[in-house]
């Protein structure tokens, strides 16, 4: 039994200030043990009580929460052993700098992550254009957003991205987006003409509602034609390019049935032709 207690006592020095025997690293284990049993335990029992999108925000955020009880549980554990831990951060100061500056940016995503989950700025399902880049959410973690884009190329978007750029929600008010068509057509046409034609060609896309309906706008008297926009609303904004695609084809279809000119940029040059001079 001596030898047994002899053995639980025996030191390891780490360096000329720390020192760890047997029986404190055990403690720290049967710690270690104890402390995810009972994390996990809390978890299993608030998750019950959880809707499906309160499930997803609590287990991210929960498992952020878990390194730092890891960490202050084993600080304390340390403390009320005996180790040093002055000692420790003091030996290791210099590698903790570097780890830190290394990790800057993991770290920014990780509590950005927390901040969109706590403060719903996004959710799964959400369209949204960050960077020029348009995608659909499909997975939210601590460190990195999934999005898949209309051509079906995945998105990885660093969390941290969310907080230092501008974020466009599409479906933020709701999955109905309001979109628009651009078409010039030439001085001298039947706006009304072309304003029923325009209406009447929405109708043949089911993407499109009616309710609210679409309107066409006079946008401007352009240099070198007159220029409308058709607007309309859609149920499905992450297909809006492929929709809005099909009505500029059917719209130049519906133009050259009916004449309709869509002008493009002329220009008169005038030449000012000078006679040579000729000597007397």
């Known amino acids: 039994m ?8 025996y030191n390891f020095n780490v360096g000329s200030s720390v020192s760890f025997s047997v029986k404190s690293i055990l403690i720290i284990l049967i710690v270690f043990v104890f402390t995810r049993f009972s994390l996990k335990l809390i ?17 991210s955020i929960f498992s952020f929460f878990n390194y730092f009880v890891y960490l ?27 780890v830190g500056l290394a990790l800057q940016t993991f770290i920014q995503d990780i509590i950005s992550g927390v901040f969109i989950i706590a403060d719903q ?67 001298g046409t039947d706006l009304k003409l072309v304003k029923k034609l325009l209406i009447d060609l929405t109708k043949e896309f089911p993407e499109i509602l009616q309710d609210p309906k679409p309107d066409v706008l006079f946008n401007d008297f352009g240099d070198n034609a007159l220029d409308l926009k058709l607007s ?12 809005k695609s099909d009505v500029r084809y059917k719209i130049y279809e519906i133009f050259n ?11 008169t040059v005038w030449l000012n032709q000078v006679e040579p001079q000729t000597d007397d």
Request: glycine content about 6%; aromatic content about 12%; cysteine-free.
């Open 232 to 243: 309309f609303t859609l149920n499905n904004s992450f297909s809006a390019g492929l929709i």
């Open 43 to 59: 978890q299993r029992l608030v998750y019950r009580t959880l809707n499906k999108q309160a499930q997803f925000t609590f287990q």
């Open 121 to 187: 700025t996004v959710h799964v399902g959400d369209i949204i254009q960050l960077d020029g880049q348009v995608g659909k959410i499909e997975n939210i973690t601590l460190r990195t957003t999934r999005a898949v884009t209309i051509d079906n190329k995945v998105l990885i978007i660093p969390n941290h991205k969310f907080l230092t750029s501008i974020l466009y929600n599409w479906t933020e008010n709701g999955t109905l987006t309001r979109e628009y068509v651009s078409i010039g057509v030439a001085y």
């Open 257 to 267: 049935t009916h004449a309709i000119d869509i002008p493009f940029p002329q220009r």
């Open 2 to 9: 001596k030898q047994f207690f002899d053995f639980l006592n």
């Open 72 to 98: 202050i549980v084993i600080l304390i554990t340390f403390d009320n052993i005996g180790v040093n831990v002055t000692a420790i951060f003091a030996a290791s100061a210099a590698l903790l700098v570097g």
